[in-house]
């Protein structure tokens, strides 16, 4: 499995929206210490505690987004295989398989309970600064 810096560390990695990203970082930082591992702008951060690891995101305004508040991420080793049994399945396929230029291959689901999953495959290492993102560790 290719390691990528643009990833935080974990299988399982939980992305919850905040009206305030930097506010929202710097409170889980200070209170549950959390460490900031990578920023992106003012509307993504990587945060770190041990070995696990978090997504911060900016929360949206209109009501289709709302229900995105919160999903989670999983690396695995084969997207496309992971992708197509769950489609023979018949789950609700949000985005199919899809190459991002962070070095991740993604696709998105949303399970029975309208949770939303995203399942990643890193494709390359890729330094963060190469998209605009600032590491500050490179856990």
Known sequence: MIRNRSMPPGVFIPTLAYRSVPEAADWLCRVFGFQERLRIGDHRVQL???????????????????????????????????????????????GTPMDHPYGERQYAVEDIGGHRWVFTQSIADVDPAAWGGLLFDDA
């Open 48 to 94: 770190v505690y041990g070995g696990a690891s978090m997504v911060v995101t900016e929360s949206a305004t209109d009501a289709v987004a709302v229900d995105m508040m919160h999903a989670v991420m999983v690396h695995v080793p084969d997207v496309d295989a992971h992708h197509a049994r769950a489609l023979q399945c018949g789950a609700k396929i949000l």
